[in-house]
């Protein structure tokens, strides 16, 4: 077998494609494959740089004069900088699978049991899907997605968990406001 021919991805076995390859949109055995960034990378005006860092200051104040901790004082400018950095590191490209099983990202099954239901965002130019997960305390999970595949895609969850509307809570909107 060549190693450049490509295979249809069963639910038992998902495809391992080469980086910068193109996958096909759906398999024969019903699968909906794709690939899309692990999250979008939004720009900052050097405006947002000036308000992140003048929070920052405004903390250390209060963590200084107020609480009067010395560690608390030189904790926020370092998780600051840790911030800034992770902020700045550019989207992966993710494989992605979903079929009756459930959904693999890149080789790894998340299986649709463990999501109570889904639902459909669009997020400036990728559409998403919000997971959202049955433990209590587990966060959501956001999968991007092109919009040709998105018709195959919902059949495949809604006949497998419920779809419902998404409302964004306050943590999700101030999120969105920071582009974090």
Do not use: C
């Not at 720009?43 to 308000?51: D, E, G």
């Not at 900088?81 to 790894?108: F, T």
């Not at 463990?114 to 997960?133: D, K, N, T, Y």
Request: charged fraction near 20%.
């Amino acid at each position: 077998m060549q190693p450049d021919a490509k295979q249809p991805v069963s639910p038992e076995q998902p495809a391992t494609v080469p980086q910068g390859s193109v996958l096909p949109s759906q398999t024969d055995d019903g699968a909906v494959q794709w690939q899309a960034p692990e999250y979008l990378q939004r720009a900052r005006t050097p405006l947002w740089y000036v308000s992140f860092w003048a929070v920052v200051i405004v903390l250390m104040g209060i963590a200084a004069f107020l609480i009067r901790s010395w560690s608390f004082v030189i904790l926020v400018p370092v998780m600051a900088v840790a911030l800034v950095i992770y902020s700045h590191r550019p989207p992966r490209q993710l494989n992605y699978v979903l079929s009756a099983k459930g959904l693999y990202i890149n080789d790894q099954l998340h299986p649709l049991s463990e999501f109570r239901s889904f639902g459909v965002m669009q997020e400036e130019s990728w559409p998403a899907l919000v997971f959202i997960p049955v433990k209590r305390f587990r966060p959501g999970l956001t999968v991007y997605f092109p919009s040709e595949n998105g018709e195959a895609i919902v059949d495949i969850l809604g006949a497998r968990i419920p779809m419902e509307e998404l409302h964004l809570d306050a943590f999700d909107k101030i999120v969105r406001k920071l582009r974090m």
